[in-house]
């Protein structure tokens, strides 16, 4: 008798526990603060500065989700993950939302249990080899050592090419981005792959980044994107709104500086419904109507951010290409707000 | 009126169970079991509930499917085609290869450095006292760390081992250019089995044996008349003489091969057929991965300056085939070929080739980026290996230590009495003794030692901790079961480390007749 009664409450333990897991906005919105996974440093993408704060393009997702949800881009709690911790942290609830460059792949979206919230990054997979090497493509590397951070699509895309090229080849498994570095710079690897983007940030850190170069070939898609817990379509919803709304923002001229300007009204109804100044698109996902006015005064619009943190003013130095906006010819493109 | 003296014979009462002391030690433990299986079936029904919310089932199917990452290290046939199985059999091997190098080394430096702590003399006795303290008492992955960081950062790399325009380099190979200490590791030498080898090998197992036997002999003739035979000496000429003797014989015997060239013509010889194919052409060689006559192959063609590559074949008539299907122009025929049966075609060059001892070494050579050949011993399990030993050698120093303290001071005094010098005196009278105290500490010494391989993450060694507890869990998700199997696999071997040594301690514990 006792016994059923201890094991329904274990029962009922468990359920409550299944549901609460559907229920990530309000988790976020009664803590008051979002645990958002980042990087362990990777400059331009997430890493902290000087001050201890972090910044990044990765961290103007997490503040963006924060502003829009919470109306504070600074109740954000960062936990910073690496290559192999990170999936385990979001699929455990300890994070509720994972900007930490990664590639959306198939498995990690229908196998692992996570929903990709879209793309905030095109990106692909290159090399960097020191200039005094002499080598100037990737078919040139037979028989180097190369450090690859473990755990990452980069490993198995390395090991594809090699493949398919009959090349051979030494790898570093190697934890962290400082630690490849570090490894990399001391000549324990001839070569340091991982995506174009990141080598860019990771040169730009370097003493003498000249010294280095970065090979022609890309070796593979790595559409880089924000990713919650699957089964909370609220949740997802929300993450790729906020990150559409950064993409629409740009291609309509909003910015951080005029968005409360333009907030009060104008004359094209598409800003209006994106602001929250006509329409209810706040409310259908449990928002204020002015969630994306109060991402987009917080980050700023994507091309905003994407200058701000990896654009070509900038020491990282990343050109737009893909990422630009459709109308400019890149991959750039959020559906409509209606 | 009749009185009863017969004991009240009352039926069994529930009561019973919680206030007759006969019962109540069992109803604590019964209570005590439902309570943990329950405790365990909740935790079981938890998993299974939470997983299936997740839309995540339980299965091991993942281990079949293709792994699809590259292992640098492997003791075993391994590429990025084979299963995630396969690849946690390479990390568990290179586990193992660790587990074992850290156990013997560790137990080596803990006896030395537990004996030498007891020594008379003043600065031994310190210095030994540092290096336990120092390691014990320092967590073991800053020294992991530490030492790897050292090994990166303090030694060349491969290129500053290349020969400059002015005939210099930064960095040169040790004894003889047969050793490279590189920043990526150190290239020893790697032995390649001939033909021969498997005779030579029986013979180091004969004076092997002969070593034993006689050892045998030697002490059951001091049993018997007390006199000491010369035992280190006569075993270490057993143990090198008749294998060097017989190594020498076959080198001798050895003759030489053909080497047969596709289009070229009688009479050149390797460096002339190389010249004959132009700026342009390239020596093709065809030869059997591992056997010594694709090192030799190799070593011919490198000092003649050839424009070369090799592929690689099954067995010398996949060799032909192949070279009569121009896949390659050169192929090495074994010695005493009669020249009319060499294949349609070739042409056997003047110079032939050594056919090679039943030892060959195949020495390191720098190569495009890295050293080629040899045996590459990398930073990471250098690293892993000497600081596991380090730092276990130091705790196992103390038991060490702490066994020959046990010995009551009267067996060292009566040995004395009896004229041994010290060092007899430690081998046979006190360290057998102290063995008694020293084997069942140093089982958990030797657990923890293969439990901190574990630790190899740190510098990139890949045990079985990266392969199926990193890389594979990261790539199929499958964090229960990859858990659930590296726990069942270091719960096996640490199981399996103490069975071995407690049959070894229950051999050497005291025998009481």
Redesign the interface.
């Known amino acids: 008798m006792k ?1 059923s009664v ?2 329904g409450a ?1 029962t009922v ?3 409550g ?2 549901a609460a ?1 559907a229920q990530t906005l309000e988790s976020v919105q009664e803590n008051g603060v979002l645990n958002c996974g980042v990087s362990t440093g990777l400059t331009g993408f997430s890493s902290p500065n000087a001050s201890g704060e972090w910044e990044g393009f990765d961290v103007g997702i997490c503040r963006a989700v924060a502003a829009a949800v919470l109306g504070d881009p600074m109740a954000v709690n960062f936990v910073p993950t690496t ?2 911790t990170r ?2 942290a979001l ?1 455990s609830g300890e994070i509720d939302l994972l900007a930490r460059n990664t590639t959306w792949t198939f ?2 979206d229908v ?3 996570f929903s990709f919230a879209g793309v905030n990054y095109y990106d692909g997979q290159g090399f960097m080899v020191p200039r005094a ?1 002499g080598v100037s493509s990737a078919q040139d ?5 190369v450090c690859i951070q ?2 990452t699509t980069t ?2 895309n ?3 090419y ?2 398919v090229n009959n090349i051979s ?7 962290t981005n400082a630690e490849a570095q ?2 990399y710079l ?5 070569v340091y792959t991982t995506d174009a983007s990141g080598l860019a940030a990771t040169r730009a850190s370097f003493e003498n980044p000249g010294d280095h170069v970065i090979l022609p070939e890309i070796i593979s898609k790595e559409p880089l994107g924000p990713l919650v ?3 909370d379509d609220q949740w997802a919803d929300i993450v790729r709104w906020t990150l559409n709304a950064l993409i629409a923002a740009e291609e309509y001229g909003v910015t951080s500086t005029n968005v409360s300007e333009l907030a009060s009204g104008t004359d094209n109804p598409e800003i209006n419904r994106l602001l929250g100044s006509e329409g209810e698109l706040g409310a259908m996902f449990g928002l204020e109507n002015d969630w994306a006015q109060q991402a987009i005064a917080a980050v700023g619009n994507y091309g905003e951010l994407f200058e701000q943190n990896i654009g070509e003013s900038t020491p990282i130095g990343l050109a737009r290409g893909l990422n630009a906006q459709w109308t400019d010819g890149g991959l750039m493109y959020a559906p409509p707000f209606r | 009126m009749a009185t009863t003296t017969d004991p009240h014979r009352a039926g069994f009462r529930l009561s019973q169970l919680v206030y007759d002391t006969r019962y109540r030690s069992m109803t604590i433990q019964i209570v005590a079991l ?1 309570a943990l299986i ?1 405790a365990g079936w ?1 935790l079981v ?2 998993v299974v ?2 997983l299936s ?4 089932d339980f299965d091991f199917g993942f281990l079949s499917s293709r792994a ?5 290290q492997t003791l075993i046939a391994y ?3 084979m299963s995630h199985g396969r690849a946690s059999l390479v990390g568990i091997l290179n586990t193992l290869l660790v587990a074992f190098m850290g156990c013997v080394t560790a137990t080596v430096l803990g006896v030395i450095a537990g004996v030498l702590r007891l020594s008379r003399n003043w600065i031994v006795a310190k210095l030994m006292a540092v290096y336990v303290e120092g390691f014990r008492n320092v967590p073991l992955l800053l020294w992991i760390v530490l030492i790897f960081a050292v090994m ?2 303090s030694t060349p ?1 491969p ?1 500053d081992f290349r020969v400059l325009d002015d005939g210099t380099s930064a960095a040169s190979m040790l004894l003889g250019d047969t050793i490279a200490i590189t ?2 590791g150190v290239f020893i030498p790697a032995p390649v089995w001939g033909s021969g080898a498997l005779v030579l090998g029986l013979v180091f197992l004969a004076s092997l044996v002969a070593i034993w036997a006689y050892r045998r002999w030697a002490f059951a003739r001091q049993e018997r008349t007390g006199q000491i035979a010369p035992v280190f000496r006569v075993s270490l000429v057993l143990f090198l003489v008749p294998t060097i003797l017989v190594f020498l014989f076959m080198a001798f015997l050895s003759d030489r091969q053909t080497l047969v060239a596709y289009g070229g013509a009688d009479g050149q010889d390797l460096a002339g057929f190389a010249q004959a194919l132009g700026p342009d052409g390239r020596v093709t060689a065809c030869v059997v991965p591992g056997t010594t006559q694709a090192l030799l192959v190799r070593r011919a063609l490198r000092n003649s300056d050839a424009n070369f590559s090799l592929v690689e074949v099954a067995d010398g008539e996949a060799a032909i085939a192949a070279a009569e299907a121009g896949e390659c122009n050169l192929i090495s025929q074994p010695p005493g070929v009669d020249p009319a049966t060499i294949p349609a075609g070739g042409f056997a060059l003047s110079d032939g080739i050594r056919s090679g001892n039943p030892v060959e070494f195949d020495v390191p050579v720098l ?4 050293f ?1 050949g040899g045996l590459q011993v990398r ?1 990471s399990l250098i690293a892993l290996w000497l600081a596991l030993s380090l730092y276990t050698g130091a705790f196992i120093a103390e038991i060490v230590r702490g066994g020959i303290l046990a010995i009551s001071r009267g067996q060292s005094e009566a040995a004395f009495a009896l004229g041994l010098r010290p060092n007899r005196t430690m081998n046979l009278v006190i360290l057998p003794q102290a063995l008694r105290v020293i084997i069942p500490p140093l089982i958990s010494q030797y657990l923890n030692l293969t439990k901190n391989s574990s630790l190899a ?2 510098v ?1 060694y ?1 045990d079985v901790r ?1 392969t199926l507890g ?2 594979t869990i ?4 499958r ?1 229960l079961e990859g858990m659930l199997l590296l726990g069942g696999f270091y719960l096996g071997l640490s199981l399996l480390i103490s069975g071995v040594l407690n049959v070894y301690n229950n051999r050497v514990k005291l025998k009481e007749r």
């Open positions: 016994k201890f094991l274990a333990a468990c359920l526990a299944g897991a290559g192999q999936f385990t699929a498995s990690r196998d692992l249990g090497l590397l037979d028989g180097a050592t473990t755990g490993e198995l390395l090991a594809d090699f493949r080849y030494e790898p570093v498994p190697i934890e570090q490894q001391a000549g324990a690897c001839d817990r699957q089964g | 439902v329950v909740w029904a938890n509930q939470n919310a997740l839309g995540k699809g990452y590259d292992i640098n590429d990025n085609s990166t950062e790399q290129r920043n990526r190569g495009g980026f890295n080629e930073n993450i740190a990139g890949m990266a990193g890389i990261n790539q199929t998700g964090e």
